[in-house]
């Protein structure tokens, strides 16, 4: 009798040490899902539901609300996808929630040994190559863009007459600003294009898929000299431009490569974060880039945020590279 007690009081603590369990998990991941800022009511509700709910029996409901939050997740990426091609953009993101649960596990030796981000020039590709170019290590090269024309070309008034009547970005980031497109952005007051004090800031980006477009931007900026003579840059340009104080909030990319972000005026404070795996065993990092110096960084394992620190416009020009 005793021993059937005893294996009672077993089975028990053995049933609530899965539940408890159960719940942790739960609680994780709904945790991991606001993180992302998807802070809707329903997702609250839900949160809340869960704490409450006690019983073994309510954890395959939990289990259900699981899979139905997936599935809207991919039901955005998909609904994302048509929209893209609806409108020949170059690429379609996965929403935010699912780019942070299902990103796969990093090796932390990216950044294990990384203490500051490198401040280099005069770099032969050979080097740059062997100590950054696909290691992950960030560095900012203070020299490679000596012969550009870009920095005294490029404006607000330059874009704007580049993509008169033109679609050519296949996508656009407005971040907090309240642009709908590109167009909205060129449509803009002259004062506050101007950052006239007294005007509303504004911080946007966009990526070009014009080929006629990208023929006539790279004729005010070459290829940087040192990436290796076996890498390839894409043809897709990626520019940022805005305001003081603005930027884009902490964030990891989804795309193919490594990139490079030359700074054409401006001053752009870079802050850094390794991957959540490697929260305990390497540092955030923080880097002002320069006018005329170029950042390279792997913003696919990097996580990233960037704020504008000077007082006059900032305009940032990059590409992936192979």
Known sequence: MTDAVNSDKVSTGSSRKSFDSARKEMR????????????????KLLYARSLLRPGGSKIRRRHLWILLILAWCLGQYFWNYVRAARHDRCLAELPPVTQKI??????????????????ISNVAPGT???????????VVITDAMTNWTAPTVFSFSFFKSLYDGEGGNCQ????????????????????????????????????????KIGSTLRQYYQRPYFLPSTAESEKTDWIFMGSHGYGAPMHVDDVEHPS?????????????????????????????????EIIVLDTNRWYHQTRIISEEMSITIGAEYD
């Open 128 to 138: 740059f190559e062997e100590r950054y170019a696909y290691s992950g290590r960030p």
């Open 172 to 211: 656009f980031f407005p971040y907090k600003t309240g642009f709908k497109s590109l167009q909205d952005v060129f449509d803009m007051s002259a004062s506050r294009s101007l950052l006239e004090k007294g005007t509303e800031p504004w911080y946007v980006g966009w990526s070009n898929c014009d080929e």
């Open 28 to 43: 994780s991941i709904v945790a991991r899902i606001e993180a992302t800022g998807l802070t809707s009511r329903s997702l």
């Open 102 to 119: 299902f990103r796969p596990a990093e090796d932390c030796s990216i950044c294990r040994d990384v203490q500051q981000v490198d401040r």
């Open 260 to 292: 490079w972000q030359a700074q054409i005026k401006g001053k752009k404070l870079w802050i850094l974060e390794p991957p959540r795996e490697c929260h305990y065993t390497c540092n955030r990092l923080e880097i002002a880039v320069q006018p005329g």
